[in-house]
């Protein structure tokens, strides 16, 4: 998935304001102006469009990961170079406190079945025979199911 599309998702799901996304991203120790999050989040057929890098996503992410559950002490992490839906889930999972039980359930609500190991394939080492990339399709249908579970708790 695109990182912009997949930053589009988690506003609208949380419906976090510039300002909000502002402070995530400062909260990884990365500035980053009003602008630069308006053109991140506009469409690629606008001039004004900006393609968001996977270290920028990645800076985000850990950003959402701080403001859920706090910093721990003498640890920051690191911002990855290279993003794929396997870390992006992940650090997904971490900052909304899921469990796996949690992650199927949400897969359910758009009507997607998705069993445990399966699902703990993803979450492997890439070095290990039973890890899984993860397609496009089911982080649409995870970001999908994830606009809806918290929708369902307002």
């Known amino acids: 998935m695109d990182n912009n599309d997949i930053l ?3 506003r609208f799901t949380y419906d976090y304001s510039d300002s909000a996304m502002i402070d995530i991203f400062a909260l990884a120790g990365m500035k980053v102006t009003r602008a630069e999050v308006s053109d991140w989040l506009k469409k690629e ?22 403001m859920n559950r706090g910093k721990q002490e ?3 992490l690191p911002p990855e170079e290279r993003l794929n839906n396997n870390i992006i889930l992940r650090k997904l999972k971490i900052a909304l406190n899921l469990k796996d039980e949690d992650i199927i ?5 758009v009507d997607f079945e998705l ?3 399966e699902l703990t ?10 890890y899984r990339p993860l397609k496009d399709q089911i982080m649409r249908k995870f970001l999908h199911g994830l606009q809806l579970s918290v929708g369902r708790q307002e």
């Open 121 to 130: 394939s993803f979450f492997r080492a890439t070095s290990q025979p039973q």
């Open 115 to 117: 069993g445990k190991p």
């Open 8 to 10: 589009r998702k988690l």
């Open 45 to 66: 057929e606008d001039p004004a469009f900006q393609k968001m890098v996977d270290v920028q996503l990645a800076t985000f992410l850990n950003g959402m990961i701080y």
């Open 74 to 76: 003498g640890k920051e």
């Open 105 to 109: 359930n949400i897969l359910r609500l």
